[in-house]
């Protein structure tokens, strides 16, 4: 086999220690799940929760994978685009593992599988996202980016905000009362979609680090809103109280602050990379 169609090596046939680290540690939650099944460490219903922790990591794996893009530009870091691809086939892997202990949950019985994913709305939406990231996975690899062509394979592959949508409504909708952190994946999408509404040709100027500010302060501030819309609707809970609430600490750390300190970090990094990078330059001088 040649050294360049392995994981961990970029596409000069290098090995990538980012690659490598990444790839381990992509393995790592699946692993730990696995083990913690084995040693009985999942609670009264350990299948029930590995279903669970799979689906959760699936969700959260296409988040990552959103992610690198704009870390790329605000970091100045475009080695971050090689494993891109790799999270982006781990979250279908998850997803695949995900509905196949959902099947074993059933006893395998493809009947009942099938008529509960046509029947359970939450399902079907579920579902629908795992068939876009197989869509995705088997379209990742450099042989069907040529067959497609370039802009027609970034037009497909630009369907993952379709099933990043669709994996946050599933997330809501199987949590029950628990919409802690489906809150929290939703109020980062609206920052990852609002990212890619910008010019990121743009995001290299010194303005970059103030607009990643103003969109990490709106989308805490959205999250916030649409928490406390969430509770006054389904619970009847005064919208005001827990607005206030949601901006409040006394609580403990609400999904707003949540989204508005890890978008915040990004824009924080971005702010502070042209100071490491002149100082960077200013050590090799004197060097």
């Known amino acids: 086999m040649s050294r360049i169609k392995l994981p961990w090596y970029d596409y000069g046939g290098q090995f990538s220690p980012l690659k490598a680290l990444v790839l381990a540690a992509l393995f790592v939650p699946g692993l730990w799940t696995a083990t913690a099944f084995d040693l009985g460490l999942l609670g009264a219903r350990p299948l029930t929760e590995a279903i669970h922790q799979f689906g959760d990591w699936t969700i959260r794996l296409i988040f990552i994978a959103l992610a690198i893009s704009p870390a790329r530009v605000v970091l100045q870091w475009p080695q971050l685009l ?35 994913i046509v029947l359970r709305i ?22 069907w980016q040529r067959r497609l062509g370039a802009r027609r394979w970034q037009r497909l592959h630009r369907i993952l905000y379709g099933i990043a949508f669709l994996a946050v409504i599933h997330y809501f909708m199987q949590s029950k009362l628990d919409e802690w952190e489906p809150t ?20 290299r100027s010194r303005r ?12 805490g501030a959205l999250t916030a809103l649409g928490e406390a819309a969430y509770f006054a ?10 607005l206030m609430a949601d901006f409040s600490l006394e609580t403990g750390l609400r999904p707003a ?12 990094l971005g702010a502070f990379r042209p100071l490491v990078a002149r100082l960077a330059k200013a050590r090799l001088r004197t060097a």
């Open 82 to 116: 090689q494993v891109r691809r790799m999270v982006g086939v781990a979250a279908f892997a998850y997803g695949l593992t995900h509905l196949s202990l959902y099947f074993a949950d059933e006893a395998f019985d493809i009947a009942t599988v099938a008529s509960e």
């Open 257 to 268: 602050w949540v989204v508005l300190v890890s978008t915040g970090a990004l824009a924080l």
């Open 122 to 143: 939450y399902l079907t939406i579920g579902f629908s996202a795992l068939l876009g990231l197989a869509v995705l996975a088997i379209t990742s690899t450099d042989g």
């Open 208 to 219: 970059m680090a103030a607009r990643l500010a103003a969109l990490s302060l709106a989308a």
């Open 184 to 203: 929290v994946m939703a109020g980062i999408y609206v920052w990852l979609m609002a990212c890619r509404l910008l010019d990121w040709r743009l995001g």
């Open 233 to 242: 609707i389904a619970m009847g809970a005064p919208f005001g109280l827990v």
